[in-house]
């Protein structure tokens, strides 16, 4: 059934009534059936291949949704798991800042059309954040059987501070487009006014 609908069958139906029109106009004479079948043939070689449908991959909307599925997935890992209180508190910082960026909204939508933003959230709550989290549990109990080295808990708050200085240099890409945005509009308003 494809090939019925095909650019190749079209072209070379198309040239095949030519074809027959040929032989009704008289100027193909008793070899109608080889030029009515030479043309069809030759549209066919003519015609453009088929192009593959281009991949149906999901608007970034799509994806900040699944982001947000998966953060909130994240917040119940995160629930369980027991933190010292400076560590705790980095943590909860992120995750403000977090829950602002994936907030369905007008920040949303401007997230949506920053693909590398998208990227960058993405990759904090699906792997930054949870790494960083479950390398201090384990090293965490490490350290009891080794004491005299350096507190897990350090490099934990160090990790969280710079994921957290990575969102806050996102937002602040965000807050910029914005104002570019704004400053454009205006300047817009006062070239159309004279």
């Known amino acids: 059934m494809a090939y019925v609908e095909s650019r190749k069958n079209l072209t070379g139906g198309a040239l095949g009534v030519a074809g027959l029109g040929l032989t009704f106009a008289g100027l193909a004479g008793p070899y109608w059936p080889v030029v009515v079948a030479g043309l069809y043939g030759a549209g066919a070689l003519l015609a453009p291949p088929e192009r593959p449908p281009v991949p149906d991959f999901p608007d970034p909307s799509a994806q900040l949704d699944e982001v947000r599925a998966d953060f909130a997935r994240l917040g119940d890992y995160l629930a369980g798991v027991e933190l010292p209180p400076a560590a705790a508190g980095r943590l909860t910082e992120l995750t403000e800042l977090l829950t602002a960026l994936l907030d369905p909204g007008w920040v949303a939508e401007i997230l949506a059309q920053d693909p590398e933003g998208v990227h960058t959230l993405s990759r904090a709550v699906r792997q930054d954040v949870p790494e960083a989290v479950d390398t201090y549990v384990r090293t965490r109990w490490w350290t009891r059987l080794t004491p005299g080295?350096?507190?897990?808990?350090?490099?934990?708050?160090?990790?969280?501070?710079?994921?957290?200085?990575?969102?806050?240099?996102?937002?602040?890409?965000?807050?910029?487009?914005?104002?570019?945005?704004?400053?454009?509009?205006?300047?817009?308003?006062?070239d159309r006014s004279g």
Request: aromatic content about 2%.
């Open 149 to 190: 080295t350096e507190p897990p808990e350090r490099h934990l708050e160090r990790q969280l501070t710079l994921l957290h200085d990575e969102l806050e240099r996102l937002a602040a890409a965000l807050r910029d487009a914005e104002a570019r945005r704004q400053e454009s509009h205006t300047r817009y308003l006062e």
